[in-house]
């Protein structure tokens, strides 16, 4: 692996043209905030792994992350460099985003959340 060091944002290499970080936070059932992984995370972003790697998207950056901070709405994905959240429910929603708004670049407006603190 090549490190390098960047003095200004503009001397650091883009290594993703997209990365997408998704929540696969999973809290005991019962918990006051709930998670991501109790709404069914976990088959959706395992859907999404497998997709990237048969269409052989190596530009797209796929990153499990912890809590994302908004329980409720899960179970969420975020994609960068947009700054796009989504809250897909279905294997179907998961592929409409990779042919989309990954491979194709618009976004999937049906599944995007707006989220605020």
Same mark, same amino acid.
């Given at each position: 692996?090549?490190?390098?060091?960047?003095?200004?944002?503009?001397?650091?290499?883009?290594?993703? @043209?997209?990365?997408? #970080?998704?929540? !696969?936070?999973?809290? %005991?059932? +019962?918990?006051?905030?709930?998670? /991501?992984?109790?709404?069914?995370?976990? %088959?959706?972003?395992?859907?999404?792994?497998? @997709?990237? $790697?048969?269409?052989?998207?190596?530009? =797209?950056? #796929?990153?499990?992350?912890? /809590?994302? +901070?908004? /329980?409720?709405?899960?179970?969420?994905? =975020?994609? !960068? %460099? $947009? +700054?796009?959240? !989504?809250?897909? @429910?279905?294997?179907?929603?998961?592929?409409?985003?990779? $042919?989309?708004? &990954? @491979?194709?670049? $618009?976004?999937?407006?049906? &599944?995007?959340?707006?989220?605020?603190?």
């Amino acid at each position: 692996m090549n490190v390098h060091v960047a003095s200004t944002f503009e001397d650091v290499p883009q290594l993703y @043209k997209r990365h997408v #970080f998704a929540c !696969y936070t999973q809290r %005991p059932a +019962g918990h006051p905030r709930g998670s /991501c992984g109790q709404q069914g995370a976990q %088959p959706l972003w395992d859907r999404l792994s497998r @997709k990237l $790697e048969a269409e052989r998207l190596g530009e =797209v950056g #796929f990153t499990a992350a912890g /809590c994302l +901070g908004f /329980c409720s709405a899960g179970p969420l994905m =975020v994609v !960068y %460099p $947009e +700054g796009v959240w !989504y809250a897909p @429910k279905t294997p179907e929603d998961i592929d409409e985003i990779v $042919e989309t708004h &990954l @491979k194709g670049g $618009e976004l999937v407006e049906r &599944l995007v959340v707006v989220l605020s603190r």
